[in-house]
T-cell receptor, first 117, second 114 residues
Framework: QKEVEQDPGPLSVPEGAIVSLNCTYS??????FMWYRQYSRKGPELLMYTYSSGNKEDGRFTAQVDKSSKYISLFIRDSQPSDSATYLC?????????????????FGKGTLLTVNP | NAGVTQTPKFRILKIGQSMTLQCAQDMNHNYMYWYRQDPGMGLKLIYYSVGAGITDKGEVPNGYNVSRSTTEDFPLRLELAAPSQTSVYFC?????????????FGSGTRLTVV
């Protein structure tokens, strides 16, 4: 079983739709959960960061973590064409020999989202 | 503030050639990383560094080498390029202890080995 599973899509929605993006994971050591957005031919950029189970909201974006089910979600409300990008989930576990002072990120494969005007 | 700068943006190599991908950051981050991204395969960690003079292997280090002589620079060396190294390479950096800020990525180097 892979550490992080993410449906690659592609996902195509009309403007204004609610988008749900999801990842599952198998490593119960993961403590921090992130969502990155990657526009075409660009590097990933951090969108949301959460720690522990629950919801976190930032404007039109809501990140949700369910540690008991090992399942995280990103919801986008009132989606816009400018939201068209690849969304990668990422989770952290300790770097080997780092003493736990930093956390290696394990990424999902990314979901390609297109929001049509 | 430039963030993470990668050069070159594009490169075509012939099999067996060597090259160095450059990465520089101006945020005084101690931690730096090299990832490769293949279509449908996500980001794979090649090497990382926790400070000047300290490097370690990631998931897919074979065929690559790194050095970290300064805090700012973290070059990735490809020796004897192979078609399997055709990929997009991303350099990233982070604060040592503040995971909430995540990683700052460069814009990538698109490498083709023919």
């Amino acid at each position: 079983q892979k550490e992080v599973e993410q449906d690659p899509g592609p996902l195509s929605v009309p403007e204004g739709a609610i988008v749900s993006l999801n990842c599952t994971y198998s490593n119960s050591a993961f403590q921090y959960f992130m969502w990155y957005r990657q526009y075409s031919r660009k590097g990933p950029e951090l969108l949301m960061y959460t720690y522990s189970s629950g919801n976190k909201e930032d404007g039109r974006f809501t990140a949700q973590v369910d540690k008991s089910s090992k399942y995280i979600s990103l919801f986008i409300r009132d989606s816009q064409p400018s939201d068209s990008a690849t969304y990668l989930c990422a989770m952290s576990a300790g770097l080997a020999n780092s003493g736990g002072s930093n956390y290696k990120l394990t990424f999902g494969k990314g979901t390609l989202l297109t929001v049509n005007p | 503030n430039a963030g993470v700068t990668q050069t070159p943006k594009f490169r075509i190599l012939k099999i067996g050639q060597s090259m160095t991908l450059q990465c520089a950051q101006d945020m005084n981050h101690n931690y730096m990383y090299w990832y490769r991204q293949d279509p449908g395969m996500g980001l794979k960690l090649i090497y990382y560094s926790v400070g000047a003079g300290i490097t370690d292997k990631g998931e897919v280090p074979n065929g690559y080498n790194v050095s970290r002589s300064t805090t700012e620079d973290f070059p990735l060396r490809l020796e004897l390029a192979a078609p399997s190294q055709t990929s997009v390479y991303f350099c990233a950096s982070s604060y040592e202890r503040v995971i909430g800020y995540g990683y700052t990525f460069g814009s990538g180097t698109r490498l083709t080995v023919v």
